[in-house]
């Protein structure tokens, strides 16, 4: 399952994703987007993407 949020800044995504996903020891990967290395890496095309998420072990 691939989760997007998104919204202004200062809303409390960060928040709510660590909470609903870290409170019931789920594994999950949490990239943060304001980032620069992040955000090259998940702008350029699907595979790149790919290869980015299935090649990171959850944490």
């Keep these: 399952m691939v989760?997007?949020?998104y919204g202004a800044r200062?809303?409390?995504k960060t928040t709510l994703i660590?909470?609903?996903?870290g409170?019931?020891?789920q594994n999950f990967l949490y990239?943060?987007?304001e980032e620069q290395r992040i955000k090259t890496k998940l702008i350029p095309d699907?595979?790149?993407l790919k290869?980015?998420?299935g090649g990171l072990?959850?944490?």
């Design 10 to 12: 200062q809303t409390g």
């Design 3 to 5: 989760l997007t949020l």
């Design 46 to 48: 699907y595979p790149s």
């Design 31 to 33: 990239l943060n987007c």
């Design 23 to 25: 409170v019931k020891n």
């Design 51 to 53: 290869s980015l998420i």
């Design 18 to 21: 660590k909470n609903l996903f």
């Design 57 to 59: 072990s959850p944490n």
